[in-house]
């Protein structure tokens, strides 16, 4: 069986490509999506169908070459923790992001199970006004 650690890199390796597909490919049916309060995209999603409509769907809508850059990919067991930069232009106002952001995987029995985001959303909230 992959590792937590494998089962992530592939999706950041997947995202990186544009492959969303590929990147819930590992996915519970039941995983629970955090994306942090402040973001556009807030709340807990529940199952690979909402977080993609409701997360990358929004965030190709509203931003031009959005894009997570991972920097370090930290293996803690079932644990991942993914830190980089979010990079893009808000389609909108026409300014660009450069935020750091912290992602925490748990991911069990071959499936990432859940998934919280941690970033500056000021840094968000001010590329979007």
Do not use: N
């Not at 929004?58 to 850059?69: A, P, Q, S």
């Amino acid at each position: 069986m992959r590792t937590p650690h494998q089962i992530v890199a592939d999706h950041y390796a997947a995202s990186a490509r544009g492959d969303v597909a590929a990147m819930m490919a590992e996915v519970a049916p039941d995983v629970q999506w955090t994306e942090m309060a402040g973001f556009p995209c807030a709340g807990t999603h529940v199952g690979p169908d909402q977080v993609v409509e409701q997360v990358f769907r929004v965030l190709g809508r509203d931003w031009e070459d959005y894009r997570f850059e991972l920097e370090t990919l930290l293996d803690a067991g079932p644990h991942v923790v993914g830190v980089g930069r979010y990079r893009g232009r808000h389609r909108a106002t026409g300014k660009m992001l450069d935020a750091r952001v912290a992602h925490v995987w748990e991911v069990r029995g071959g499936l990432v199970r859940r998934f919280e985001q941690f970033t500056d959303t000021l840094l968000v909230a001010q590329a979007m006004a």
